[in-house]
Structures are given as structure tokens and as C-alpha cells.
């Protein structure tokens, strides 16, 4: 089993609806990053959390840390939104600077 | 102005070749990473280089070799490729260890 688990794996939405992906940990943390991954393969980091709330543009991240649960939210998306979103956490054992990688959730925005 | 860049992009290699991948990052950062993306898509880290000193080597083949010759560039050299070894090598670097990491556009690499 996975330390960092996504669902859902795979997501197909119409354009304009409100997108939630999930993310679980089983370990400690020290932050939880969220990425996104283009269809041309190129990564890009979203957000970095350690608690609480981030918002940018149509993009919202939330972390639970006693949960151990962070969620990304897309407001009106987009097809430009389609890719494939990455949850990774630093563990709070080892220090920041290692990342461990969800399985990651594809996302489609259909037109 | 490319934040972080990786040469080559693409690599097509015989198996037992030794190669080399490139990585430059023009933002002034303190820590660059290694990671391996497989064919399902799952990244994982390879090694982390602060100050040009080596703080992550996980669980890598020693026929992976990170070079650091400064700040701002983290080669990976590759000695006697597997089969194994086709992925897309990602490099990556933050302002400093736990800051946000940004990512290079990727190497694919495919051993023949």
C-alpha cells in the first residue's frame, strides 16, 4: 500500500463543473505539494501546504492534518485543466526535501 | 529563460551504453532533485543535492552517478544501461530544502 493515496484514479467531467481530487497520507508531514502534469508530460508545482487553505485563480487546496487528508478544487473548469494531478508529501520524519508521490489522478474536461 | 532545463529531451540508446543527462536551473536555488517516472506515471525521488552536497540517494542502482559541478547544474550519468532504466527522469530544484520544487520538462530515455 501507498503512503500518499489519490482518488480518484481517473476523472471525466463536463466543462464548468467543480472538480474535487483527494488525497490520503499515512504518514507524518512536514507539507503536501500538488502538481500537475501536462498531457505533454511537462510538471508544473500548484500549491505547497502544511495546513489549512490555499486558493489560486480556479484553483483551491485544503489539508486536514488530523486526518491526514488534503483535497484539490477546480471552480469552473476547463478542457485546459485536463491533466494528470499529483499528490506528494515530505514526510515530517526525514526533512523536506524528499517527496513521496501519489499514484496521481487523471483528469478530462470535456467541452 | 527557461527556469529549469534538461538536455536531451529524448534519449534512444543501445542496452550497456553509458549516458548522460543534463539539468541547468537559472533560479538561484540551493537544492536539485533526480526523480524517475515510470511507465504507469509514479515519480519517484532519486537524489537531492543541497550546496552542491549529496543529501538523498535512495534506493538507485550505484550505476546512477549525480554530479553536482555547481550550484546551478545536477548532471546524472548512467553507466551500463538496463532495459529498466527507460523512464522520464525529471529534474528539479527549490529555493531551499522544503521550499515548492520546480520541475524540468523531463528527459525520456528508452534503452534498446
Known amino acids: 500500500k501507498n503512503e500518499v493515496e489519490q482518488s480518484p484514479q481517473n476523472l471525466t467531467a463536463q466543462e464548468g463543473e467543480f472538480i474535487t481530487i483527494n488525497c490520503s497520507y499515512s504518514v507524518g508531514i512536514s507539507a503536501l505539494h500538488w502538481l500537475q502534469q501536462h498531457p505533454g508530460g511537462g510538471i508544473v508545482s500548484l500549491f505547497m501546504l502544511s495546513s489549512g487553505k490555499k486558493k489560486h485563480g480556479r484553483l483551491i487546496a485544503t489539508i486536514n492534518i488530523q486526518e491526514k487528508h488534503s483535497s484539490l478544487h477546480i471552480t469552473a473548469s476547463h478542457p485546459r485543466d485536463s491533466a494528470v494531478y499529483i499528490c506528494a508529501v515530505s514526510p515530517a520524519d526525514f526533512g523536506n526535501e524528499k517527496l513521496t508521490f501519489g499514484t496521481g489522478t487523471r483528469l478530462t474536461i470535456i467541452p | 529563460d527557461t527556469a529549469v532545463s534538461q538536455t536531451p529531451k529524448y534519449l534512444v540508446t543501445q542496452m550497456g551504453n553509458d549516458k548522460s543527462i543534463k539539468c541547468e536551473q537559472n533560479?538561484?536555488?540551493?537544492?536539485m532533485y533526480w526523480y524517475k517516472q515510470d511507465s504507469k506515471k509514479f515519480l519517484k525521488i532519486m537524489f537531492s543535492?543541497?550546496?552542491?552536497?549529496?543529501?538523498i540517494n535512495e534506493t538507485v542502482p550505484n550505476r546512477f552517478s549525480p554530479k553536482s559541478p555547481d550550484k546551478a547544474h545536477l548532471n546524472l550519468h548512467i553507466n551500463s544501461l538496463e532495459l529498466g532504466d527507460s523512464a522520464v527522469y525529471f529534474c528539479?530544484?527549490?529555493?531551499?530544502?522544503?521550499?515548492?520544487?520546480?520541475f524540468g520538462p523531463g528527459t525520456r530515455l528508452l534503452v534498446l
Open positions: 533560479l538561484g536555488h540551493d537544492t
Open positions: 543535492y543541497n550546496n552542491k552536497e549529496l543529501i
Open positions: 528539479a530544484s527549490s529555493q531551499d530544502e522544503g521550499m515548492t520544487q520546480y
